[in-house]
């Protein structure tokens, strides 16, 4: 589990200072916890799968996937796997224009 949990925290960008602070504890704390050396509690494991998303079951036993995906993602990717490739390509050329139709619009706001 601990090589699971390093991998969780890279897979998010974090270092150990930025994950521990999440968890509420010490950076040298949470060192020990990724290193084996103590054992991750429960409680923390709560906190990680609820706080990043991650699938408990993935966490604990190395089974399924890191995340968990929204209900959103789930159906995008089965009716994307419907689609023919043609129609994929579309698909993501559309949805890179909203994404930076988004950025635009949220610079905008910022200013």
């Known amino acids: 589990m601990n090589e699971r949990l390093k991998q969780v925290r890279k ?3 974090l270092n150990q200072t930025e994950f521990a602070r999440h968890l509420g504890i010490t950076q040298t704390a949470y060192s020990m916890i990724e290193n084996g050396v103590r054992p991750l509690a429960s409680k923390y494991i ?3 799968c609820s706080t990043f998303h991650v ?5 604990v036993t190395g089974s399924g996937e890191m995340f968990l995906a929204s209900p959103y993602e789930r159906e995008f990717i089965e009716i994307f796997g419907h689609l023919v490739p ?3 390509q579309y698909l993501l050329l ?6 930076n139709t988004q950025q635009k619009l949220l610079q905008n706001r910022e200013k």
Not at 55 to 59: A, H, K, Q, V
Not at 94 to 99: G, I, P, Q, S, T
């Open 11 to 13: 897979a998010l960008g």
């Open 46 to 48: 709560k906190v990680i």
């Open 55 to 59: 699938d408990e079951n993935w966490l």
């Open 86 to 88: 043609e129609t994929q």
């Open 94 to 99: 559309m949805a890179r224009e909203l994404l």
